[in-house]
């Protein structure tokens, strides 16, 4: 079975500082890993995804994030936190298949503060 | 291009009635998932559906019921509603299984 944690459901960050969110997963199998966000009323859009090959995945607007399998960790960073990035942000897995569907975590809500 | 499209944007409904979300994917996906989300949680997988076969079923009792199309909408079918019924049921479409999914806006369900 697949899980997902992440530390925190609130983060807080004024503008232009550093955004981490952190997102810890659990999966008996190579894993697909993705970063949604959500804003108000609306549906998921997709950052970006882990499938294969490079660690350090870039994804829009200004997101990366770092797959560390020793870790069993993916965490979502920005360098500079604009108030557009208010919004939840959802930390999921998926086997490496594509034979198990998403499984999400419980999401962080990401305030910016100006 | 369109994107994934949800109807009705809003629903109300009082306990015991059954409704109908209905589910329009991208053009050329043949992939149709739906999800639950209540309220400060994450999504819950309900249903896949590929070629209009069903391909997963997540842990929804029988109430919970869902089809897809030849055009490859699809429905989400729920019977006899609970208030715990109330959340967001978002749809996503693939071009098949194991490929990204996009994400419609969802449609809100009030269970009164």
């Known amino acids: 079975a697949q899980s997902v944690t992440q530390l925190g459901s609130h983060v807080s960050v004024s503008e232009g500082a550093l955004v981490l969110l952190r997102c810890n997963y659990s999966s008996s199998v190579p894993p697909y890993l993705f970063w949604y966000v959500q804003y108000p009323n609306q549906g998921l859009q997709l950052l970006l995804k882990y499938t294969t090959g490079a660690t350090l995945v870039k994804g829009i607007n200004g997101f990366e994030a770092e797959f560390k399998k020793s870790e069993t960790s993916f965490h979502l960073t920005k360098p500079s936190a604009h108030m557009s990035d208010a919004a939840e942000y959802f930390c999921a897995v998926s086997d490496s298949g594509g034979n198990t569907p998403l499984v999400f975590g419980k999401g962080t809500r990401l305030s910016v503060i100006a | 291009d369109a994107g994934v499209t949800q109807s009705p944007t809003h629903l109300i409904k009082t306990r015991g009635q059954h409704v109908t979300l209905r589910c329009s994917p991208i053009s050329g996906h043949k992939s149709v998932s739906w999800y639950q989300q209540v309220l400060g949680q994450g999504p819950q997988f309900i249903f896949q559906?590929?070629?209009?076969?069903?391909?997963g079923r997540g842990n929804f009792p029988d109430r919970f019921s869902a089809r897809q199309f030849p055009n490859y909408s699809s429905e989400l079918n729920v019977n006899a509603l609970l208030l715990g019924d109330s959340a967001l049921y978002l749809c996503?479409?693939?071009?098949?299984?194991?490929?990204?999914?996009?994400f419609g806006p969802g449609t809100r369900l009030t269970v009164l």
């Open positions: 996503a479409s693939s071009p098949g299984p194991g490929v990204e999914q996009f």
């Open positions: 559906y590929y070629e209009k076969e069903e391909r």
